[in-house]
């Protein structure tokens, strides 16, 4: 045994080999380097309620008798005054105070984007954003899709190319747009890059490329994070065990997305223990959030029973804020206080006068709007790995609560008893389970963004998924969300009609940038189909939609692989940075963006297009109206549709700049859900780790 040891070691002395950062250069931006102002998050930025990325244990006192617990852990607090739920009719106090705040800023920041980035012609900005912002605030929101790693880091250089903080975007990019924006909403893949970015205090993806702070290391697998070093490895499940197991002893349900998000912590927060005490609610302390610098971020997931199945009609799709956890939709119509969540309560009210905080971990908070890969944690179990890897993944699985399903328990139900929701199953019962916020295959989270109570004007939404045979998209998750107003939870969230799955890729939809609204006239139908006489039809958003295509390279991997060289990270962000700025060939582009963003404000006003802007909605806008759009299972001849379709063919879209000719990159035919994944391309994925803990088992 002895023996085995020593050899052991020499393993790790010799032949450990560490992760080592890598510098992100663009060929044309001549060594430039972000002039970012962002820090990384540290103990005192993340307040006292949650927050630093080290093992901080937290200790609590208690009738006079002091307890240390694990960062994990929930714990007791007073409670605060009244109910902890309020009834969705509205955004919050708070959030209405951030965008106040938030407005002041993008206000200046669009002005300058304008001025400096878009050049719009015959266009003064500064008297169109100032001498109207009494009546309404230009509002833009930016949706991240899901799809694992691939839509993390497409997504990342989409966002790196809209954010004036990197020099090059200035120039090339359409940096600035970030920063007019103000809200930012991911699911599952995309909130890993939200997080990530908003978590560690506003950094700009350029800071962890740079190296400024040391996430992503995405070399070795999720499951096996630390290579061939495997004390580290050991090290890493132990804490993840412990952490699970100290929640159990507080008294809470546990799930396999307590597993999972720890897992995505150490990947997302720096420092040995990866974020195990930081929590989602604890953004509200963050430097940057109080001085109202970052978009106000939101995190999608839907609401599902173990062992139900969803659709797109009947989910229950919630939102996740640095205040709130609800729902907007009539079967919850609800939303409770995020920082205690894990309290027991009826209605609202806390059964005792001590309330529960720390349930919130932010990476249980990112684990639960991916919930998908838990399946991957189950499958492991399932190849052809040595036994002893099994008996080290059942040991791990069998501490959790509910270790059969791809659901997050949040348990007790912080809506239980709640009286103005519509749904019984939901607030009767004690546990609430939360699912991947893609279930429902609304795969780009525009949902948040088109309540109307948030007053967006335009929605730049940026679809990474993998919906055909060869992971790209096909249109179905803005489709899925065009659909779902018809429906009896979606009425009252009207969105711009949109082609189905076989016109998306018959016009080739998904290799430029699409305009879906444009013109607001053509809007009344749904305004007499939702019916609700407070709203017109500039009230409705333009949607911009850019899609992941091949433009220098391919990006198209699989949802499911868990790790990535850096050729590979290089590939994704470079490729995502040139889907948002379009090759940056010309100023036509970031004119397009700017004339997108002031064309409700313009038909609120009655102020005609330039010149300049017709060009761009000629180029970008589709025409199809309600009669070519995908068509919902109601009649809508009914609401008058007949004067509002439009007669012409919908203009068939293409890129000027760049288009795919290998079969390897061309979108397919043949849709498929972004989850599927056979369990043999799982296994290859984690084999390494299955190898390192067989051979630890076996001494």
Known sequence: MHHNWVIIFIIYIFLLDPASGFTFRWPWSNNSSSSSSSSTATSSDLGTASASATNTAHVVTEDGVTTTLNPYSPYNTSCPDGSLIREASGISEEEQEYLENRHEITNQNLINFFNNRANLTDFDAESFINDYSHQHNITIGLAFS?????????????????????NASDIYGIGGLLQSSTYLVGLSGGNWLVGSVVLNDWISVNDILDGSIEIWNLDNSIFNPAGINVFETLSYYYGIQDAIAAKLSAGFDTSITDIWGRALSNQFFPGTFGGENITFSSIQNLSSFQNHEMPFPIVVANGRTPGTMIINENSTVFEISPFELGSWDPSLNSFVDLQFIGTEMVNG????????????????????SSSLFNQALLRLGGTSLNSAIKAVLNSILGVVSYNKDDIAAYEPNPFYGVEHAGSEAIVSNRTLFLVDGGEDQQNVPFYPLIQQSRSVDVIFGFDNSADTELN???????????????SAQGKGTPFPPVPDVQTFLDQNLGETPVFFGCDANNLTALINYHDNKAINETDIPLVVLLSNNRIVTNSNFSTYKMSYSEDEIFQAIENGYEVASQLNVTDDWPACVGCAI?????ERLGIEQSDQ??????????TGGFAEAAQPNVNLTVFDLAGTTSTSKPKSSSLSTSTSSSSSSSSSH????????????????????????????LI
């Open 472 to 486: 790209w998209p096909n249109g179905t998750s803005i489709m899925m969300t065009y659909l779902r107003q018809f």
């Open 598 to 602: 002031i064309r409700r404000q313009q």
């Open 613 to 622: 802007c017709k060009q761009c909605f000629d180029q970008f806008c589709w």
């Open 146 to 166: 899901g799809g694992g790693y691939r839509a993390m880091l497409n997504g990342a250089g989409q966002l790196l190319a809209l954010d004036d903080r990197y």
């Open 670 to 697: 043949t849709s498929t859900k972004h989850n599927d994944a056979s369990s043999t391309q799982i296994g290859q994925y984690v084999s390494v780790w299955g190898i390192i803990l067989a051979c630890i088992a």
């Open 349 to 368: 009210i806390p059964n005792t006068t001590n309330c529960i905080v720390n349930f919130d971990n932010a990476g249980f908070v990112m684990g639960t």
